[in-house]
């Protein structure tokens, strides 16, 4: 089955420490995207890549980081720098960035939470 | 800055009613794409019904409808016959131009509830 899949999907963190939440896509995108979703606020978006060895910065990446070194792949790292980390992360993908058709597949998410 | 607002944060109604999610937005672009998503208690979101602003005509699939209002900078979904399974949060979605890429901003959502 082609699809995205996110791993943990729970994870909890002690303050100060880095995690980093795994993207693995098989549906031979392209593009791949973070978002964070908080209650009320919707998603937000982090980072997002075009093409591998490539990323740019979305609305709110400040204490993130990414890295796009297999099209596959497209891990997020939570930085000690992010203040308030607590959050519903999702992955997704699409066929290219700025696809008309607009859609994009996403993960299962990541709850990550800091004690 | 273009934003979209949905105006209801939760709604409910009974097993084959008919139910419309309200969503507006705010552009100046004349050409874009608008979306709803869903997101099942299973988390795992999927596309629902999307349409092109410069198609008059509102995108039908099956029980899903939207009432595109190109003026008034609106786009409801409408859900007929509606059923348990219909039970999600509701997103509805820009696309728009940012740092040469074109990518969706999402509203705050709606939590559906279908009761039997």
């Known amino acids: 089955d082609g699809g995205i899949t996110q791993s943990p999907k729970y994870l909890f963190r002690k303050e100060g420490q880095n995690v980093t939440l795994s993207c693995e896509q098989n549906?031979?995108?392209?593009?791949m995207y973070w978002y964070r979703q908080d209650p009320g606020q919707g998603l937000r978006l982090i980072y997002y890549?075009?093409?591998?060895?490539?990323?740019q910065k979305g609305d709110i990446a400040e204490g993130y980081s990414v890295s796009r070194e297999k099209k596959e792949s497209f891990p997020l790292t939570v930085t000690s720098a992010q203040k308030n980390p607590t959050a519903f992360y999702l992955c997704?993908?699409?066929?290219?960035?700025?696809?008309?058709?607009?859609?994009?597949?996403f993960g299962e998410g990541s709850r990550l939470t800091v004690l | 800055a273009q934003t979209v607002t949905q105006s209801q944060p939760e709604m409910s109604v009974q097993e084959a009613e008919t139910v419309t999610l309200s969503c507006t937005y705010d552009?100046?672009?004349?050409?874009?794409?608008l979306f709803w998503y869903k997101q099942p208690p299973s988390r795992q979101m999927i596309l629902v019904i999307r349409?092109?602003?410069?198609?008059?005509q509102n995108a039908t699939e099956n029980r899903f409808s939207v009432n595109f209002q190109k003026a008034a900078k609106s786009f409801s979904l409408k859900i007929s016959d509606s059923q348990l399974g219909d039970t999600a949060m509701y997103f509805c979605?820009?696309?728009?131009?940012?740092?040469?890429?074109?990518?969706?901003?999402f509203g705050q959502g709606t939590r559906l509830t279908i009761n039997p």
């Open positions: 997704a993908s699409s066929m290219w960035v700025g696809d008309p058709n607009g859609e994009l597949f």
């Open positions: 549906l031979n995108h392209d593009a």
């Open positions: 890549s075009q093409i591998v060895n490539d990323f």
């Open positions: 552009t100046s672009e004349n050409n874009y794409y």
């Open positions: 349409q092109e602003a410069y198609k008059q």
């Open positions: 979605a820009f696309m728009k131009w940012y740092q040469g890429a074109q990518k969706l901003v």
